[in-house]
């Protein structure tokens, strides 16, 4: 045996005698939390049982949970183990097809008592777990008595067990009597109060970008009025070099073997960059200008760029490609498709921000090495830095151009690390006194808002530890989101849940006290992928993916027609209802499952909308069926209808379009899914009425987290100054900020409240010097409100505004340093119907089933006179009330300059941009604009918008306002026979003058 095998032979008997000889010194020792429920107490941790059947679980979303083990003595830790979720043994047939980590803790950290504070174990803290058991190891081993577990997620949690290995420290004394600070946590719903003061001293700034990851940028969609609407100032777009630049249109030469013949082809080149030998540019430039769908970012490119820098929004374009070797042939290919793509970027749509390979780390993304990414970033950073100045210098404009990076999935503190010590070397191995990379960019998900009370901070130590002149960065969030999408996918919340956008709304207030330069939230639009064929839930607008299903407009040839079952109450699949109090719940005990509807003649159908599980909306049913097929009935038995069988569905809808269509009288639909199976609703359509087949991506409508980002893109955004903002109270729910707009001579005071109850502030102000009596206007986000305004009043001589928070809302506040006294402006008013005359009846509703019940509100104001450039801010007030008294009746609020129309003679075939056939307003981006959502309640009360920027930058001697209420998704039907009603003669602006 050789020396080295015979070390390793002892080295592993060593280990295993070591590992023998440990004891759980953990178990049914002391337990402390925060929070527990009466079926998982803190008991739990320590039983030495590791089942879901004997675990502690937390009492309520409130973070940080906390747990301490008190060990009673002093012991050396060589390992901990944490136990925490479901064990795949354990988890029901319903609990098996979520994404792995699903049932975990997310983010937590292990700490020891030092004997004078909690200290972190080394190298014990994770987040966006995925594991049922993580462990940590510690060499040299750690002395203590007492352990503890901090986690920040916002949501339940709960651990199967915590195990602590190690043996008694010899010499130590008997440590002092069991003590802990922990207290169970009482949740309250009684209302809070606080003071709020702003100080005159400037805290910090406020971030450079607020911003989105693209979605769909189609022409002839709608899509840049509500990225217009959405006030972020940067997009990233996503820009495959594949798509773009394939490698056939640049120079790949097998024999180019230095860097010195690498540096004469690339002076070569930047000779000149539009005509030379290497860069076929005749073969690049027609693909710009075409519908690019090989990403989940449908666009065609130069439209997307041309549009962003018409709206003055700039982009972070995010290309792509793994392909990086350690040879000067590949170098100089990927240089060359690098520069080319930013050269045209930069030309077409000055756009000066670049990243290179989307989470290169990621096991799907990339995956590539740390060392291989450096390589690239050597060649990619100069390739777009070169083709920046060379815009520049021929076209005589003035981008600075940044390189973004690493754009990294997750915590990565090596990848972190090894690119700050890399950032001053060049592809030529030389050490330069410049940065590489201007911009540190990662990805983060599954955290809630305390989860970033520091984060941005770490990452600024980890950079400047590591930096080779010990520099900052600027650090920015390229993706964020609250969950990812295969987390939210399989829960109740929704972009529009208050549990999620207050959290949202926290994420951006924490990332922006920490001096965070950008984020770019995750994303636009719910646009379908392969693994998400009808859209991600986690997009914070509604879009069509290309059809526009309406789908109340097509005949249900399945209604009331007699349904067979394997048993249950069939009847309720074809009632047309589709709530959860009218569904069909199967026989668990039956292995497959069936519902057979008898159509009573043969029937040509060409498309069927099923829905299963919860009635939550468009994708959210963890109870959904995961996989079934519709039948159709044939001479010879069932066949399968083609098009509507489903694998791993991940919708509580699916409307599915037949691959051919068939003719029967009984259709079956059929699950071998374990356990007791929901479906609400079977509606079938007949070939041919279905969805127009011209394409369509146009928004639909917005989600509460969308008109969350608005406001705070419109209160912080361009790096603001910030100022000094405090609470008399301690409270991690709790959010303040102040920022001054100088340009708009305006402040924004940030309000964010995640808890149950009513918060009653008093805001102190009187620092800033803001005149007496300027408007105070709060736009809120929160159960009942999505985004519109109020008028808070006139400014008190005090310089004191009292503000209720109800429970989980999100609020900005826009206060003018000084305005003129409000001049209000009547408008001229007129309701439509569908096939009607003009109305003095002002209302809104929407019925696709039966058109003739849609009805429309036009208001038109004459704004020759009110010198509309020097105005300090501009409302739209409309009074009024929903017909029935329930939840609120939302619609959109679109403007319409110069639009020409009579009130006495105004209908639904003449009025501006109305479509002839549904409730829907055309050319939105082109000739009308959106201006916001209004959300009726049951009670007469004042709806108000913040139309300040859309009247001054759209609006010239007219201005029409458009109410309606459109189809915002598939099945929307929630507000039927329900309508808006406006009070006559209520509507009006008011301007106030500077």
């Not at 008592?113 to 049922?132: C, G, I, M, Y």
């Not at 830095?385 to 915590?411: I, M, S, W």
């Not at 650090?475 to 972009?495: C, H, P, Q, S, V």
């Not at 109450?569 to 109090?581: F, Q």
Request: aromatic share 10%; charged share 20%.
């Amino acid at each position: 045996m050789n020396a080295k095998l015979l070390f390793f032979s002892y080295s592993l008997l060593a280990g295993l005698q070591a590992t023998a000889q440990q004891q759980n010194v953990a178990l049914h020792k002391p337990v402390a939390v925060t929070s527990q429920t009466a079926a998982g107490p803190a008991a739990n941790i320590v039983d030495g049982k590791i089942s879901r059947h004997a675990r502690w679980e937390a009492a309520n979303g409130k973070a940080p949970h906390m747990i301490e083990i008190d060990l009673q003595k002093y012991y050396n830790i060589n390992e901990l183990r944490v136990h925490t979720g479901i064990a795949d043994a354990e988890k029901q047939p319903d609990e098996t097809t979520q994404a792995a980590g699903f049932w975990s803790m997310k983010n937590f950290k292990m700490q020891y008592w030092d004997d004078a504070n909690w200290s972190d174990f080394p190298k014990s803290e994770v987040h966006e777990n995925r594991l049922t058991t993580v462990v940590f190891r510690y060499n040299p081993t750690v002395t203590t008595y007492k352990i503890r577990l901090v986690c920040d997620d916002g949501e339940p949690v709960n651990i199967m067990e915590i195990e602590a290995f190690g043996a008694a420290a010899p010499n130590m004394p008997e440590p002092p009597a069991a003590t802990s600070s922990l207290q169970v946590q009482e949740v309250s719903t009684a209302p809070r109060q606080a003071n709020i003061t702003v100080g005159n001293k400037v805290s910090g700034a406020t971030m450079q970008y607020v911003g989105y990851n693209q979605g769909y940028y189609m022409p002839g969609s709608n899509v840049s009025a509500w990225v217009e609407y959405s006030q972020v100032n940067s997009f990233r777009v996503w820009a495959s070099l594949n798509a773009f630049v394939p490698e056939a249109s640049v120079q790949v030469d097998k024999t180019l073997s230095s860097v010195a013949e690498f540096d004469k082809r690339r002076a070569e080149l930047r000779a000149n960059p539009e005509h030379n030998r290497f860069i076929q540019w005749k073969q690049l430039l027609p693909l710009y200008d075409l519908p690019d769908s090989s990403s989940t970012n449908a666009m065609v490119f130069n439209y997307a760029l041309t549009e962003l820098k018409r709206l003055n929004i700039d982009v972070i374009l995010q290309m792509g490609s793994t392909d990086f070797q350690d040879n000067w042939e590949n170098k100089w290919k990927q240089w060359q498709r690098y520069y080319a793509l930013a050269y045209h970027a930069a030309r077409k749509g000055n756009v000066a921000m670049f990243a290179m390979q989307n989470e290169p780390n990621h096991r799907n993304s990339g995956p590539m090495q740390l060392d291989q990414w450096i390589m690239g970033m050597q060649v990619v950073s100069d390739a777009i830095h070169a083709a920046v100045e060379d815009v520049n210098k021929k076209y005589g404009t003035r981008l600075v151009p940044k390189f973004v990076g690493p754009v990294t999935a997750g915590q990565n503190t090596d990848w972190w690390a090894g690119v700050a010590r890399a950032i001053r070397t060049d592809y030529h191995g030389r050490q330069i006194n410049k940065d590489l990379l201007e911009v540190f960019s990662t990805h983060s998900y599954n955290s809630p808002a305390v989860g970033y009370a520091s984060r941005i901070n770490n990452i600024r130590s980890i950079i400047q530890e590591n930096h080779p002149a010990g520099n900052p960065l600027p650090i920015a969030y390229t993706e964020i989101g609250r969950w990812m999408n295969a987390y939210l996918i399989d829960k109740e919340e929704t972009m529009d849940s208050p549990s999620l956008f207050t959290e949202w709304a926290g994420i951006y207030t924490n990332n922006m006290k920490n001096g965070g330069y950008g984020m770019w939230a995750f994303k636009f639009a719910n646009t379908a992928s392969g693994p998400y064929p009808r859209g991600i839930k986690s997009g914070h607008h509604f879009i069509w993916q290309g059809r526009r299903i309406v789908e109340d407009a097509y005949r249900n040839l399945a209604l009331n027609k007699p349904v067979r079952s394997s048993g249950g109450n069939a009847a309720a699949v074809t009632d047309g209802n589709k709530s959860n109090r009218s569904a069909w719940v199967s026989d668990s005990a039956t292995a497959e499952k069936w519902l057979e509807i008898d159509l009573g003649a043969p029937q040509t159908l060409g498309s069927a909308v099923i829905y299963t599980g919860s009635d939550g909306g468009v994708y959210t049913a963890p109870d959904r069926i995961r996989n079934f097929k519709l039948q159709y009935a044939a001479a010879d038995g069932w066949k399968d209808i083609a098009g509507a069988v489903e694998q791993n569905n991940k919708y509580a809808q699916v409307y599915s379009t037949f691959k051919q269509p068939v003719t029967s009288s009984k259709v079956r639909f059929i699950s071998a899914d374990k356990g007791s199976l929901t479906v609400r609703e079977i509606k079938l359509f007949a070939a041919g009425d279905g969805p127009s087949a011209q394409p369509n991506y146009s928004v639909s409508g917005i989600q509460r987290t969308g008109e969350v980002v608005r406001l705070f893109a419109k209160g912080f955004r361009g790096s603001r100054p910030l100022y000094e903002t405090t609470a008399s109270v301690d409270d991690s729910g709790l959010d303040a900020c102040t920022a001054y707009d100088e340009k708009t001579g305006n402040y924004y005071i940030w309000l964010v409240q995640r808890g149950p109850f009513e918060y009653r502030l008093r805001l102190d102000v009187s620092a800033l010097g803001i005149a007496a009596a300027v408007p105070v206007i709060a736009e809120t986000v929160n159960a009942e409100k999505y985004g519109e305004a109020s008028l808070l009043g006139p400014l008190a001589a005090n310089k004191k505004i009292d503000v209720v928070l109800p429970p989980q809302t999100v609020m900005l506040l826009t206060i003018p340093k000084q305005a003129r006294a409000a001049r209000p402006l009547k408008a001229t008013a007129a309701g439509i119907g569908m096939g009607a005359g003009p109305s003095q009846q002002l209302q809104v509703q929407l019925d696709a089933a039966t058109p003739a019940n849609n009805r429309v509100t036009y208001l038109r104001f004459n704004l020759a006179g009110q010198n509309i450039p020097q105005a300090s801010r501009i409302l739209l007030r409309v009074n009024g009330r929903n017909s029935d008294g329930g939840r609120p009746f939302r619609l959109h609020v679109y403007g319409i300059p110069n639009a020409r129309w009579s009130a006495a003679s105004l209908n639904w075939q003449n009025a501006p941009l109305l479509d002839g056939k549904e409730a829907l307003i055309k050319e939105v981006g082109r000739k009308a604009f959106v201006a916001g959502e209004l959300a009726f309640s049951g009670t007469d009360a004042s709806h108000w918008l913040d139309v300040t920027e859309l009247v001054k930058k759209h609006a010239a001697s007219d201005l029409t306002f458009v109410l309606v209420r459109e189809t915002r998704q598939l099945g929307d039907d929630e507000d039927k026979g329900r309508r808006a009603i406006i009070t006559p003669g209520s509507a009006e602006l008011l301007i106030w003058g500077r």
